[in-house]
């Protein structure tokens, strides 16, 4: 067994042993008990502990949807009265309608609103989205300010077995950059925006529908330009980057670790941090 730090992941393969005494734990897919009460792994894999429950996930596992994560989605397509969602899962995800907020006040869609769908969202389009059912099928809603159409930014896959437990997938570091790691693995970069964070703030993201004056805030945000100055740009390609690198290295993904690979290539250029012997040197603190 690969045994690492704390910020690190845990891998095995089949036969190695997880944990030498059972200490209660309920055991999960990929992991049995032997003669001698050992946790032992049945399959190649990264432990994961949530709470008491312990398994094993396929090291190219596809995401598992659950209730209430918040992923980054791309639409795959249109239908009459909602969207088909890429998620990176074992099937798409449903975007309905009903579950956009595209008006001032609390009502019900109208058809008007189905035919004009095409104004919210279209195929390829990233988006942000929070999981509302996972039990038969996958359903999103985007009510929240903080949800909706990602762009000006860039989009990167990654194993959705590295991304880390966390409440927020929110994260600003103090260069300007914001990071949204989709629980999916779908992750998306782009440059802060402080009128666009005080609006979301502003909005219960348990309302069905947005008051009149956050509407036209959220409105004046989103028509907005953003300027990308080289300076934003550089530091969006080496956040980038840094994720590529803890992805090929099967190591965390997470602002914390994000954030040490990044100040550790400040003397490279970004363009480089994808060579093998540098990504090396830029995780040491995390692989150590």
């Not at 109208?110 to 942000?128: C, H, K, P, Q």
């Not at 309302?207 to 945000?221: A, C, F, I």
Request: glycine content about 4%; overall charge positive.
């Amino acid at each position: 067994m690969q045994q690492t730090t704390t910020e690190q992941l845990v891998i095995v393969t089949p036969g190695e042993t997880i944990m030498e005494d059972n200490e209660g734990y309920l055991l999960g897919h990929g992991t049995y008990l032997d003669d001698d009460n050992r946790v032992v792994a049945s399959k190649c894999g990264i432990v994961e502990r949530i709470s008491q429950y312990i398994s094993v996930k396929p090291l190219q596992s596809r995401y598992m949807p659950r209730d209430g994560d918040v992923i980054v989605g791309r639409i795959s397509k249109l239908t009459h009265s909602s969207w088909v969602v890429d998620i990176n899962g074992y099937q798409d995800a449903i975007l309905r309608l009903s579950s956009v907020n595209i008006a001032t006040t609390q009502r019900r869609k109208t058809y008007e609103d189905s035919l004009n769908m095409r104004a919210l969202f279209v195929e390829d389009d990233v988006i942000v989205a929070e999981i509302m059912d996972s039990k038969k099928f996958v359903s999103l809603q985007t009510r929240s300010a903080r949800y909706g159409k990602l762009s000006k930014g860039i989009f990167i896959k990654v194993k959705p077995m590295l991304i880390k437990p966390s409440h927020n997938r929110f994260h600003t570091f103090s260069f300007g950059t914001e990071i949204i790691i989709g629980a999916n693995g779908y992750i998306f970069i782009r440059q802060f925006d402080p009128q666009r964070e005080r609006v979301a703030k502003q909005t219960n993201p348990f309302s069905l529908g947005h008051t009149v004056k956050q509407e036209e805030e959220e409105k004046k945000v989103n028509q907005q330009p953003v300027v990308n100055s080289q300076e934003h740009m550089i530091n969006m390609i080496r956040v980038r980057n840094a994720v590529a690198a803890l992805d090929k290295l099967l190591l965390p993904i997470h602002p914390d670790t994000i954030l040490k690979v990044v100040e550790a290539s400040r003397t490279l250029e970004p363009k480089y941090m994808i060579e093998h012997e540098h990504m090396l040197t830029m995780t040491a603190s995390i692989r150590s």
